[in-house]
């Protein structure tokens, strides 16, 4: 399913910075979701031609020890200022690694 980049919304990195990332399919109760994590960043690739693409979202995993997760944009399924909610358990999430031609909004722009 993923996160529908044909929306023109705007989402502000302040807003998303320190959102839970909910996970869509995790258990949890009624009154409180199961958590993925807490997001940190905001990974986009650049591109040679256009604006740099969205690529994930980078989550300090929950009970996990700060390990750091990458979450793919399209296993986004909603984001907006009140929630960010992703597909799949927290053991099919990879940690973490910078790739080439990739920008983390949070530190490297805005120092963070």
């Known amino acids: 399913m993923g996160y529908d980049r044909a929306v023109s919304a705007k989402i502000w990195f302040s807003a998303l910075r320190g959102q839970d990332a909910i996970s869509a399919d995790g258990t949890g109760s009624e009154d409180r979701p199961a958590v993925l994590g807490e997001i940190v960043d905001v990974v ?23 390990n750091r997760l990458f979450v793919p944009i399209a296993r986004v399924q909603e984001m907006s200022v009140d929630r960010v909610v992703v597909t799949g358990p927290p053991d099919r999430f990879t940690g973490f690694e910078r790739r080439p031609a990739e920008i983390l909004i949070g530190r490297d722009l805005l120092g963070h």
Not at 48 to 58: D, I, S
Request: zero cysteines.
């Open 44 to 66: 986009v690739r650049l591109v040679e031609t256009g604006n740099p693409v969205l690529a994930g979202l980078v989550v300090e995993a929950d009970g996990q020890g700060g």
